[in-house]
């Protein structure tokens, strides 16, 4: 994630600035991954990828949660808002972080397009899931859809604006078009071959996709 430093800086106004440049759409998509995934699996061990302020935790409230992040800054808002809640935090990149224990869910929300090998970080978090444990994905991925070419108009012209105006990082929000704009979903689900797919559909607006995915019963 080399682009960690960008969110060491953007860390105290991330929430807000989120919400806003994302005109509350990536707030109405998380509550819908978290709604699905809870079909599936209710609670055990939860290991949230790229996890930031801690969002996606907070709101699955897992028994005991793992949250792996290289910012240390966004570790430090998550751990305040995740007070007395069983959680290890690991201030690591998803392709070499050591985790404790294996796990029985895999977050990854708006986060494999910052892991600066995506295979490499997918094998690495496969390690710790346990058989027919989840492996959850949501993420913004190229698409030949009119709405994604708008949508990265958007990005690319309108949220440096805002965001820039909200955070003062301007230069920082120029960066993020450019770190989803060549992702897609076969890039991700190449990686799954040890799994089953149990869901996999585009979100609307239809620029996100989401995935989850199963391991299967005999895997390592």
Same mark, same amino acid.
């Given at each position: ?7 060491? *800086?953007? !860390? ?25 995934? %809870?079909?599936?699996? %209710?609670?055990?061990?939860?290991? =949230? ?24 800054? /966004? ?13 290890? $935090? ?10 404790? @224990? ?5 977050? !990854?929300? #708006?986060?494999?397009?910052? $892991?600066?090998?995506? =295979? ?5 978090? =496969? +390690?710790?899931?346990?058989? @027919? ?19 990265? $108009?958007? /990005? ?17 929000? *120029?960066?993020? =078009?450019? /770190?989803? +704009? ?9 990686? $799954?071959?040890?799994? %089953?797919?149990?869901?996999? *559909? ?7 996709? #989401? #995935?989850?995915?199963?391991?299967? %019963?005999?895997?390592?």
């Amino acid at each position: 994630m080399k682009n960690v430093e960008i969110y060491e *800086k953007l !860390a105290k106004r991330y929430d807000i600035a989120t919400k806003v440049v994302s005109l509350g759409i990536e707030e109405i998509w998380r509550k819908i991954f978290i709604k699905h995934i %809870k079909k599936y699996v %209710k609670d055990g061990i939860l290991l =949230d990828v790229a996890s930031a302020t801690g969002d996606m935790a907070k709101q699955l409230d897992f028994s005991k949660m793992i949250l792996l992040d290289p910012s240390k800054e /966004m570790n430090k808002i998550a751990s305040k808002k995740l007070q007395n809640k069983d959680i290890i $935090f690991i201030e690591d990149f998803a392709e070499n972080a050591i985790i404790p @224990q294996k796990v029985d869910l895999i977050t !990854a929300f #708006m986060a494999v397009r910052n $892991f600066d090998d995506l =295979d490499k970080g997918i094998q690495n978090l =496969d +390690k710790y899931l346990k058989p @027919q444990g989840y492996f959850a994905i949501v993420e913004l991925t190229k698409s030949d859809n009119i709405l994604f070419k708008l949508s990265m $108009f958007y /990005m690319s012209k309108i949220v440096p604006i805002i965001g820039g105006i909200i955070t003062g990082e301007y230069e920082s929000y *120029k960066k993020f =078009d450019k /770190m989803i +704009k060549n992702i897609r979903d076969e890039d991700i689900l190449k990686n $799954f071959k040890n799994y %089953k797919i149990i869901e996999h *559909k585009r979100l609307f607006p239809p620029i996100a996709s #989401m #995935m989850i995915l199963q391991k299967v %019963k005999n895997a390592k």
